[in-house]
């Protein structure tokens, strides 16, 4: 059971986990971020190409969270100083991101949007699962006990109310939006340097998207985000062991049609669960 | 305590915008440890004032003294630290957090490790709350579960804990029942004791003669003057705001309603489990209550039941006009069965901003056939008709400036909803809709609106009035119903009329 099934949950929450806490602070803060998928897809390019390089796979975990970092102050540039849509900036940024592993790769390794596989040296057995324990456990924490969690907060239900207690917003969102670039770009760096063993195409897959639908199920609140997060795992490993599974007849059901799973479930729990909404009141005013 | 000392001082101050002076040569000084009101009417220079002594926008010249010394103040951060703190009309407050932490919010107790030390706020706030002799217990209550009352309450307390010396309220009393008021008064009297300075920005009158110390007076952008409130009177302060005499009560004449009113028929009938009202020929009927307590769904119940009846009365409910069941009428037909309507928001329901007045007082009675001609392509509008009509109304309720051609948008509030009386009563409806006809209007516009509705009804028109001005209803009103938690909790007849009593319903009792 362990072995089968727990473990493996785990391990495809993971990045989903880390995505989403990114998520939650921004959008705590009261910027929209839809951003995360392309994050999650430069992050696992650089965390792969930094694993390669140094062959220590913190390394490279830690310049994935880099990588979205830099891309993620791009999109603070874009819709705090210049005040842009934030809808339309962060999809602008999610094609931007699909552009840039291709690019440097080209570049670096002449070929076109994947990286060599990772030697195993340079591969994370399981410490990332404990770095996102250690996440979640911070995040849960600050978000409720601390008074950069109360400020970041405020920033995103009332911005006039921690303007006028003397706290700049802008601030206040900037570093909502440049950890949700940092947490997302670990998560992308899990799946290059832990999930798998090389950066391939279009590595994210929508993983970003579905780390914000767990974000808005689970109310904006850390626990319940990451529960979410677990049952999309839940999902994802059901996925992947009904494929080729002879559910009823002669013939397995299509594998295209369990792939499905993860989206469909995203889509019906979001659409029927959600119930009030909670969402921060001055989410994406700025 | 020297009695004499000033907390602040307002040195010729001046504020511009374009060529326009919101505020002309300020000189008033407020005393330490007074309560002291500052009235004008809407569009006075009073919220400039304020604004330029809490920093959000700075003065253009003349200088502000607090204590005794000069500053130039940046900023409302800036503010706070000279101790001028401000309890702002909408409440900064966020509903879904906790009072403890919306108030400790920018100046939180918390280790090295940011880490909130929760337990020491509360000490200290709770220390606040008895030296201050204030009764406050929920700390760990959301926003959004407290009353109106008890949500300003935290505000104020807000202010205490962030240590101000000068607290500035504006219009503090417009969302309170009498009894809170009451209870925010004797809490601002406790303030005062302990030496704190309170500025009451307000319009009521009485309220001012009541609860405050000084006075001082706001027309046009200027002091008029300064007062102390136990020299002065009503008629006096009001002559300084207005510029000349006014009378607040209605006096014109009250036509006694006859045996018709007797008659059991009503021209109205609302009929559902939470809310019934019947409307009387000929009366004036007041919907009172605290804001958000079902008024405003009634309202729209009744001014578009096909769409608000099913929304917020489930569709199910009786309504009849003339004894004709209209239960999923639209506005039109409402307008045509002689309904007429003042809406609750004068710029976003009653007026288009950026067009004229012609066409302002055309909505709604574009088919009407007073103002349609045969054209070329069948019925048409007739301009030169409305814009007769619209020049015969700009006389009548005395509209400025009076012409036709001007956006309304670019028109003061009170001649705003001049216009918008105009066009309810030009089709001479039989039952008058009106929500809060006089919302930040100037008193000269108060008196010429109270004076048509009154003129309605003693022309045997029958009128629903809401309104959150309690003294307006009392004023006007042969009857008044009291809205509470979505219902109707209590009658009125005018003979019962009494604000205390009303007071107490308004608040659920």
Known sequence: MLDSFILPVCRVSAPLILAALGGMWCERSGVIQIGLEGFMLVGSFFGAVYALNTSNPYIGLLMAGVAGMVLSSLYGMVVLRYRANQIVSGTAINLFAMGIPPFFSKIWFDSTGSTPPIPTAAQFQIAPLWITLALVALSAWAYHSSRFGLRLRFAGEHPDALQSAGVSISWKRWQGILISGFLAGLAGGTLSTYLSSSFIRNMSAGRGFIALAAVILGKWKPIPTVLACLLFGVTEIAQIRLQGVVLWGAEPVPVQWIQILPYLITIIVLAGAVGRSESPKALGNS | ?509
């Open chain 2, 1 to 509: 305590m020297n009695q004499t000392e000033t907390a602040i001082e307002f040195k010729g101050v001046s504020k511009t915008f374009g060529n326009f002076y919101a505020n002309r040569k300020l000189d008033f000084s407020i005393r330490k440890g007074s309560i002291h009101g500052l009235i004008g009417e809407n569009g006075a220079g009073k919220s400039t004032a304020m604004k330029v002594l809490f920093g959000v926008q700075p003065a253009d010249e003349g200088e502000i003294l607090v204590n005794g010394k000069a500053v130039k103040i940046r900023n409302p951060v800036h503010a706070m630290k000279l101790g001028i703190g401000m309890v702002h009309q909408h409440f900064m407050l966020a509903d879904s957090e906790t009072v403890l932490d919306n108030i400790m919010l920018g100046h939180e107790p918390s280790t090295f490790f940011g880490l909130l030390k929760r337990g020491k706020a509360r000490e200290e706030l709770e220390k606040i709350c008895k030296n201050y002799g204030l009764k406050f217990t929920k700390w760990e209550s959301r926003i959004r579960d407290l009353s109106v009352g008890e949500q300003q309450r935290v505000e104020i307390i807000k202010l205490l804990y962030q240590k101000s010396e000068v607290l500035i309220l504006d219009e503090p009393t417009a969302v309170l029942t009498p009894q809170e008021v009451k209870e925010l008064f004797e809490n601002l009297r406790k303030l005062k004791q302990e030496g704190k300075t309170i500025v009451l920005i307000s319009h009521k009158l009485k309220e001012v003669l009541e609860f405050t110390d000084s006075v001082t007076v706001m027309r046009r952008g200027e002091v008029v003057g300064t007062k102390t409130t136990s020299e002065t009177n009503e008629d006096e302060l009001a002559e300084m705001m207005v510029g000349r005499k006014v009378s607040f009560t209605y006096q014109g004449p009250r036509r006694i309603l006859s045996s018709q009113a007797v008659q059991p028929k009503s021209v109205l009938k609302f009929i559902s489990e939470r809310v019934s009202v019947e409307l009387r020929p000929g009366e004036i009927l007041g919907v009172a209550g605290v804001q958000g307590n079902g008024q405003t769904e009634f309202l729209k119940a009744l001014s578009n039941p096909s769409v608000y009846g099913e929304k917020y009365f489930k569709g199910k409910y009786d309504y009849l006009v003339n004894g004709r069941e209209i239960g999923d009428a639209t506005p039109l037909q409402l307008r045509n069965m002689g309904v007429g309507l003042v809406p609750e928001d004068r710029l976003s329901e009653a007026l288009l901003k950026q067009q004229d007045m012609t066409e302002n007082f055309l909505l709604g009675q574009h088919e009407d056939p007073r103002y349609t001609g045969l054209g070329l392509f069948g019925r048409m509008i007739n301009r030169n008709k409305v814009k007769a009509a619209v020049e015969k109304n700009i006389q009548a309720f005395d509209i400025r400036p009076p012409f036709s051609t001007v956006w309304t948008g670019r028109m003061s509030g009170g001649n705003q909803q001049k216009l918008v009386m105009a066009r309810l009563l030009d089709p001479q409806p039989s039952i008058l809709l009106v929500a809060h006809p006089t919302r930040g209007v100037d008193v000269g516009a108060i008196e010429k609106i109270h004076e048509a509705i009154m003129m309605e009804r003693n022309l045997g028109k029958s009128v629903i009035l809401f309104s959150s001005e309690l003294d307006e209803l009392i004023d006007l009103c042969d009857r008044m119903v009291v809205f509470f938690d979505g219902r109707v909790h209590g009658e009125f007849a005018r003979k019962e009329f009494d604000p205390w009593a009303i007071g107490k319903v308004m608040g659920g009792a």
